[in-house]
């Protein structure tokens, strides 16, 4: 397997959990909070699909489809466009008021599909790019990339968890 291929499974297995746990649920259940304080699986969703969008993007050089596709304006969140989730406290969480399945997996489907085709001219040379020098050390793309494929695995799965959690 080639590292465009290794990275696109990686992908695709946060796309299978993502639809796993947000498929069919009712929007009391996507909106649930199971503490005053714990993320919602809208909020968790909508956030893990905010990073791969926003850190895709911004290695590929590409307009994220959260303001390109006008996703922002339809989910009508209080939050500048930019904001993808990072910092937010409980207030922000409760915010987050996405009740609608289809809404959410749209938003989430539409970055996969963009992350998997420009995955798919991704080679071995490229993971070495440096892609952010506010760090010590830079950030490659391959670690960068590794970074989104953890960070959306670990928000997928606590939302699949919640899920169970909540009885969906």
């Known amino acids: 397997m080639d590292v465009a291929g290794v990275f696109t499974d990686g992908f695709a297995r946060i796309r299978e959990v993502v639809h796993e746990a947000v498929d069919g649920l009712p929007a009391e259940l996507l909106l649930a909070r199971p503490g005053p304080d714990a993320n919602s699986i809208s909020w968790l969703i909508w956030h893990l699909t905010r990073v791969q969008d926003d850190h895709v993007a911004g290695v590929a050089d590409t307009r994220q489809l959260w303001t390109a596709q006008d996703w922002h304006h339809r989910f009508g969140l209080p939050f500048p466009a930019a904001d993808i989730?990072?910092?937010?406290?409980s207030e922000d969480v409760a915010a987050v008021r996405i009740g609608d399945p289809e809404l959410l997996l749209g938003y989430y489907d539409a970055v996969h599909e963009h992350t998997t085709g420009w995955l798919a001219g991704l080679t071995a040379a490229d993971l070495d790019r440096v892609v952010d020098e506010h760090w010590d050390p830079p950030v490659t793309l391959g670690v960068r990339l590794i970074s989104v494929l953890s960070d959306d695995?670990?928000?997928?799965?606590?939302a699949a968890y919640l899920r169970g959690l909540l009885g969906g």
Do not use: E, F, P, S
């Not at 695995?153 to 606590?158: C, N, R, S, Y």
């Open 153 to 158: 695995l670990q928000h997928a799965g606590q």
């Open 85 to 89: 989730g990072y910092g937010h406290r």
